[in-house]
């Protein structure tokens, strides 16, 4: 089966730690993107990337790192930097060609 | 400049009765529509897409919108709500240039079906 994965599907941080989001896709798409959601705020897009080592800040980058050093995987760092990591957080990807953005699952980060 | 309005925060309905959802969006360009449905703690579905062929477009689970350029509205409908329905729905805008995608998500729908 063609998707996107995002492990783990619940994740918690405690005080200072850095916290690493999974993203793996198999469709082949070159561009990937990551969005926090928080209730009544829609998706804010946090970093995106359209091609391996590649990558820009959206609106919401600060206290966020991403790398692209393969084409399929886009892992999002959640640093000590963020104070308010709460949330619900989900990775997309799309073709170059394509405006469909293709969601996996999300996972939700707790802080302890 | 784009933007999106998602007229309705919630939206109660009973089952086997129409739904109605508003989208209302502003772009500088020849805007792609989405609307997108996200069932608790998942991820995003695509439900249909606009661009810029036919403005009637069907979608699955018996949705449909319909783009109307004159009044800037993407509205989401289906004839009869079931149970299943119930969900919280996104209307998006994009636009593509040169490979980048500018992409704004409306601030979500919460649907409520009665029985």
């Known amino acids: 089966d063609g998707g996107i994965t995002q492990s783990p599907k619940y994740l918690f941080r405690k005080e200072g730690q850095n916290v690493t989001l999974s993203c793996e896709q198999n469709l082949n798409h070159d561009a990937m993107y990551w969005y926090r959601q928080d209730p009544g705020q829609g998706l804010r897009l946090i970093y995106y990337s359209q091609i391996v080592n590649d990558f820009q800040k959206g609106d919401i980058a600060e206290g966020y790192s991403v790398s692209r050093e393969k084409k399929e995987s886009f892992p999002l760092t959640v640093t000590s930097a963020q104070k308010n990591p709460t949330a619900f957080y989900l990775c997309?990807?799309?073709?170059?060609?394509?405006?469909?953005?293709?969601f996996g699952p999300g996972t939700r980060l707790l802080v302890l | 400049a784009q933007s999106v309005t998602q007229l309705d925060s919630h939206v109660s309905v009973s089952e086997g009765t129409p739904v109605l959802l508003r989208c209302n969006y502003s772009s500088s360009y020849s805007p792609s529509l989405f609307w997108y449905v996200q069932h608790p703690n998942k991820g995003l579905q695509l439900l249909l897409k606009?661009?810029?062929?036919?403005?009637l477009v069907k979608g699955i689970n018996g949705f449909e919108a319909e783009f109307k350029k004159s009044e800037t509205s993407f509205h989401l409908t289906k004839p009869s709500a079931h149970m299943s329905d119930a969900a919280e729905y996104f209307c998006v805008v994009s636009r593509l240039s040169g490979g980048y995608q500018k992409v704004t998500f409306g601030t979500g729908t919460k649907l409520q079906v009665i029985p």
């Open positions: 997309a990807s799309r073709t170059s060609g394509g405006e469909t953005q293709y």
């Open positions: 606009y661009t810029s062929a036919a403005t």
